[in-house]
């Protein structure tokens, strides 16, 4: 199984559309949870951070289920800007101080369309 | 945005020959990471530095060797290199120890062509 895993899509969608993501994690002592955004060949940025409470960015809502070990991605009102690769992101271990290893899921493409 | 940078961008190189490619954090970071990135896989951990002693190498050939001279410079030495290596290598950067230490920000990456 992998550590991080995403449906590929691609997702379609027209402008204005609600468009939710998800990414399921296997270990469960995992402590920090992200969603990057990587534009074609270019490097992945940092979208938001994850935490237990969900949290809201804007038009971006982040939620973990730490029960399911499930995260997802819900973005409203869809920009033709916000077409890109949302990369789910998680520590593979839990933080004890040292670096965090960090595992990034294959992404899922949006392809937002007028 | 020009926190992490990375040169060259672009790099074609044949499998007899020897490159390196350069990193160089402008945050205050305290940790580097080398990533490789290629067509349709997640981002495969290759390196870490963390204080500038190598604490992760993950099982990566050891045609690639990094060097970390001091905390804002990182370098992958590239040497008789296959054409599967071609890939886009990224480099980033983290503060360790702290609130938000898990944050990797990342360089534009080295597009890489192994002839």
């Known amino acids: 199984r992998k550590e991080v895993e995403q449906d590929p899509g691609p997702f379609n969608v027209p402008e204005g559309a609600t468009v939710a993501f998800n990414c399921t994690y296997s270990?469960?002592?995992?402590?920090?949870f992200f969603w990057y955004r990587q534009d074609c060949r270019k490097e992945p940025k940092l979208l938001m951070s994850v935490y237990s409470s969900g949290n809201e960015d804007g038009r971006f809502t982040a939620q973990l289920n730490r029960a399911s070990q499930y995260i997802s991605l819900l973005i409203r009102d869809s920009k033709l800007s916000d077409s890109a690769t949302y990369l789910c992101?998680?520590?593979?271990?839990?933080?004890?101080?040292?670096?965090?290893?960090?595992?990034f899921g294959a992404g899922t493409r949006l392809a937002v369309h007028p | 945005e020009t926190g992490v940078t990375q040169t060259p961008r672009h790099l074609v190189m044949g499998m007899t020959n020897k490159k390196s490619l350069k990193c160089e954090q402008h945050?205050?970071?305290?940790?580097m990471y080398w990533y490789k990135q290629s067509a349709k896989k997640p981002l495969e951990l290759m390196f870490v530095y963390s204080l500038e002693e190598r604490v992760e190498n993950n099982s990566v050939p050891s045609r690639f060797s990094p060097e970390c001279p001091n905390s804002s410079h990182l370098f992958l030495h590239l040497h008789t290199l296959q054409p599967e290596d071609s890939a886009l290598y990224l480099c980033?950067?983290?503060?360790?120890?702290?609130?938000?230490?898990?944050?990797?920000?990342f360089g534009p990456g080295t597009r890489l062509t192994v002839l």
């Open positions: 945050l205050g970071h305290n940790a």
């Open positions: 270990n469960s002592a995992s402590q920090s």
């Open positions: 980033a950067s983290s503060h360790l120890g702290g609130q938000g230490t898990d944050t990797q920000y």
């Open positions: 992101v998680v520590n593979s271990r839990g933080f004890s101080g040292g670096y965090n290893k960090l595992i």
